[in-house]
């Protein structure tokens, strides 16, 4: 990727009311509908959310590891654009994700994309929340992505019968000041998602969600399931969850509960 301004990870890391200045040509909407979008005429739409949980910052690089706060979903945002203007897709970027309120759910979404892929998600697996069908599943899985659960992004908030995964990009700690992204991690994912990419250019292939799709979230309240409840995992390390965060939408196992709490700002 080269490093044109827009291009720079930097970029993507200033507070979020400097970025809605900066995107202010592509914004749609206003308050918490408000959403930026490039249409670049493509036939898969890349999607990312601006808003995080901690004030997002780059504090330095270490070897393979970029230090900061913000990465989810900063990160997710720097690679959606750089990936749209590489192969002309369309992108969209939310706000209100983190509270459960993605601002997604108030675009209108073109229904002959071949697939939506978002950029936010921990480690190096993907997830589908119910939202892809198997053959997508084994179409990634066949370029070394790895399958996993999860419980809500962006996708699960648009109004499509598109098939939509969520991508790890290798970020670390996401709600955390000690955040990180792996570099190593992260390009390795995207290197399969340009195989992926060339391949689903070469077939035409338009994925669709399944007819009733299974949803990995709506949980009962924070800190408890009702009975009525399905299993969920954690979204940081795949365990059993058994704690909810009613504000973010996430899952958590005990462990990665109490390491949160102790590191969160």
Known sequence: MTKTTSEHIGYWFAPIEELYKKLANNQLGSGPEARFFWDNGGKVLLVAH??????PHIAGKRKNLLYGAGFDDRAGCWLAYNLGREYDYDVLLCDY????RSSGQKHNIKQDYQCIVELDREGEDFVDYGLADDDLIKALEKHGFRHSYGSFTDICA???DVACVNIGIGVKHSHSCDSYMDLDVMARQVSRLREFFDELAKSGICYKQPEQPKRYFG???YGEFDDNDENYFCDFCGNIAVITDELTGYYY?????????????
Not at 50 to 55: H, P
Not at 253 to 265: A, G, L, N, T, W
């Open 219 to 221: 949980f009962s309240g």
């Open 97 to 100: 994700e983190e509270s459960g």
């Open 50 to 55: 601006m808003d995080t949980v901690v004030c």
């Open 253 to 265: 196992c005990q462990d990665c509960y109490d390491y949160e709490c102790r590191y969160q700002v």
């Open 158 to 160: 648009l109004i499509t």
